[in-house]
């Protein structure tokens, strides 16, 4: 075991397969001699030369098409986003290609790609730096999407997509990045991609989240346990596949549902999942089913950004209020 932050775990994955599997190229802005803006692919180049590890010209839309060509003839690419908010001009790749390759060709050529990139705010980044644009990818059938909350789910889950035979969409939480320390197997291991994990169990309330507001969660469950209350804490981990299950189970023991999102509230993830709960928990719901979401605004700019983001004392506010109900 090593103890590893986000940054070191995903380089570690990257590093693994890129040993093992000669097929696998690594490329993107500033992803090869620099290492990133967060240094995650840092000495990757240094270690695998520059025909399998190397820099991009500024063109989201190239980067991925280029991508698409690269699966067609047998490759696995792995291209990095310098920041999820940069993806828009590569949507056309992505909705029209990778995403549908597989099933116009019936079969015959897989998008077997990886697109990785930093995802929401929390650093005081400037405007297309702190986006959760999960929901935008989420309604497109094709693709894959992960979101890990810790270093040891960051590296299990990233070797899953590296080897999966269907694109996927890996946004890294950059305020996790190097927020969290934890002990990580060296070895290679894989977890289940469409798996939720239950962190914590508790009866009083079910409360999904994911990324960087996971720790907000984490932090009001502990004030809620002070006057009483057992909060159950389950992290989505995956986005599609959607482990509708594992949540649906968990209310029909609690009887309350929070979710708890970093993006806007409206026609999002959280969304979805309450319509999971209503659907599949209903004549056990002892309170609303509610969300919990950044506003229905782009994030501020540094000096406001704070105003966006919600604290765990706000979580706990909706815990109360869902309780008391």
């Not at 999966?164 to 996790?176: G, H, M, Q």
């Not at 197997?185 to 914590?200: C, S, T």
Request: net charge neutral.
């Amino acid at each position: 075991m090593a103890v590893m932050n986000m940054v070191q775990a995903i380089g570690n994955a990257l590093s693994i397969k890129l040993a093992e599997d000669h097929d696998i190229l690594l490329f993107g802005e500033d992803a090869g001699k620099e290492g990133g803006v967060f240094r995650v692919t840092e000495n990757l180049q240094q270690q695998f030369g520059e025909a399998r590890v190397f820099d991009t010209p500024l063109a989201e839309s190239g980067i991925v098409g280029t991508a698409v060509g690269m699966c067609m003839v047998g490759l696995r690419p792995v291209v990095e986003i310098q920041f999820s908010g940069f993806i828009f001009p590569a949507f056309n790749q992505i909705v029209s290609h990778v995403a549908r390759l597989h099933n116009r060709s019936r079969g015959r050529y897989k998008m077997r790609m990886v697109i990785r990139m930093p995802w929401g705010g929390g650093i005081k980044a400037a405007e297309h730096h702190s986006e959760s644009i999960e929901s935008f990818l989420a309604p497109m059938p094709g693709l894959k999407i992960v979101i890990p909350s810790t270093p040891y789910d960051a590296k299990g889950l990233l070797i899953s997509a590296l080897e999966s035979d269907d694109p996927v969409i890996f946004f890294e939480p950059t305020r996790l990045y190097r927020a969290v320390k934890q002990e990580v197997p060296e070895a290679k291991f894989a977890l289940p991609m469409g798996k939720a994990k239950v962190l914590q169990e508790g009866k009083h309330i079910t409360i999904v989240s994911y990324g960087g507001v996971l720790r907000e969660v984490q932090k009001a469950a502990v004030l809620a346990k002070k006057q009483g209350v057992a909060v159950e804490i389950i992290d989505l981990r995956t986005i599609v596949p959607l482990d509708r299950d594992t949540i649906a189970n968990s209310v029909r023991k609690t009887g309350r549902f929070l979710c708890a999102v970093e993006g806007p509230g409206s026609f999002g993830v959280a969304a979805e999942l309450m319509s999971i709960v209503v659907e599949d928990t209903f004549l056990s719901l002892e309170a609303p089913p509610t969300r919990l979401a950044g506003f229905d605004t782009i994030v501020p700019y540094p000096k406001g950004e704070h105003h966006y983001f919600y604290s765990a004392e706000r979580v706990f506010y909706e815990i109360k209020k869902l309780v008391e109900y």
